[in-house]
């Protein structure tokens, strides 16, 4: 008898896994391992309270509106304060920018070396509908010194310049996925032991693919190029796949190849998605998987933030179906202008105890 055959082996877990990556960098202190440890931690929680969201009152709106004017949804408040708690508690980031917040968030841990930016409830228009939502994060290296709080030069540094992103997926199973600028793995929550688990290693997206994701809705409003390019994706008879919720649709894409375009349209004259919590993260992690992510015209990793929640066009997905999008719209100017939003009235910070 085969023992092996009767008692598999579970596999690789993501703190094990966290541990090993850190031994591949000699003067590695442990800190941003902590940090990605910190951020599966609250994942976790965050679960949890999706998967009852239905029997307890924490699904539905909050009642109130996040700075850009969206509606906030509880869980939108609460995964936003789980995710706050976890990293204020690990000690290693100093400053946290969320989309569920007008300002900067300092954690007091003045000695952290890391800053993140944070989506913490992607979807939530999804939220009581039982349909995929998610969590994006990005962590950079402070500019600062240490010893004081960080700074909004520590907060608004390009894309280029993250050291380590990554999303959560609470969907048909949770995963999550991230990068440290070394490729891109996956790992599935395993519920009865509390657990991620590596099950996606080493993630390559196809080079092209037959899937294009975009809200037809606005179609209206399309550019040129941008209408030009859905048109092709049509004659080349691709499958349209659009959740709407980003993280849902990018990792489909991710795994099957195709491209995910939020354009800029007459509602969103700057594109929907916002570059510190959304687009750079997820472009940090397709690149890592070899594909490719724009604004039309520009690599989305190097464009220079203006603002905290400033919004950009959008196109993400296999390289091939990105540079077509960017060949159709190249002299479209109006799909590419990049203009940060102008900056919101700032009001006050979530304060989580
Ligand atoms: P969020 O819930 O974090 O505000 O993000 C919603 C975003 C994104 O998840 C999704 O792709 C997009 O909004 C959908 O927008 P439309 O409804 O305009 O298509
Ligand atoms: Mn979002
Ligand atoms: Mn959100």
Redesign the pocket.
């Known amino acids: 008898m085969d023992h092996n055959k009767l008692a598999l082996p579970v596999g690789t877990t993501l703190d094990r896994f966290i541990m090993r990556k850190q031994e591949d960098f000699p003067y590695a202190t442990g800190e941003l391992s902590q940090l990605l440890r910190d951020i599966a931690l609250a994942a976790k929680i965050v679960n949890r309270e999706i998967n009852r969201s239905g029997l307890i009152d924490i699904a539905g709106a909050y009642g109130s509106q996040n700075v850009q004017g ?1 509606d906030q949804q509880k869980l939108d408040v609460i995964a936003n304060i789980r995710f706050i708690r976890a990293l204020r508690n690990g000690g290693e980031v100093c400053t946290i920018i969320s ?1 569920e917040d007008d300002e900067m968030i300092q954690t007091g841990n003045n000695q952290g070396k890391y800053v993140v930016a944070i ?1 913490p ?5 999804n939220i009581d509908v039982n349909v995929s939502i998610g969590t994006i994060f990005s962590i950079y290296r402070r500019v600062s010194p240490t010893g004081r709080e960080g700074t909004a030069a520590d907060c608004l540094q390009p894309g280029t310049h993250q050291v380590a992103a990554g999303y959560v997926i609470y969907g048909s199973s949770t995963m999550m996925v991230y990068t440290t600028g070394n490729g891109v793995n996956g790992f599935t929550y395993e519920h009865s032991l509390g657990e991620f688990f590596l099950s996606h290693p080493d993630i390559i997206t196809p080079q092209t693919g037959a899937i294009y994701s975009i ?1 037809e809705g606005s179609s209206d409003s399309f550019s040129p190029g941008v209408a030009a390019f859905v048109q092709y994706c049509k004659d080349q008879q691709f499958s349209a796949r659009y959740i ?3 993280v849902a ?1 990018f990792h489909r894409n991710l795994l099957k190849g195709g491209i995910y375009v ?1 354009p800029a349209t007459a509602k969103n004259k700057s594109g ?2 916002r570059l510190m919590y959304e687009c750079n993260p997820l472009a940090f992690i397709v690149e890592q998987a070899g594909g490719k992510s724009s604004n039309g015209t520009r690599r989305t990793m190097e464009i220079e933030p203006q603002i905290p929640h400033e919004r950009c066009p959008f196109f993400i997905g296999s390289k091939e179906l990105v540079e077509k999008a960017e060949s159709f719209i190249a002299n479209d100017k109006e799909a590419c202008d990049h203009k940060p939003a102008p900056e919101p009235t700032p009001k006050k910070a979530t304060t989580v105890k």
Do not use: M, V
């Open positions: 969206e989309e989506d409830l992607d979807g939530s228009s809200n709407g919720s980003l649709d939020y929907k998605l």
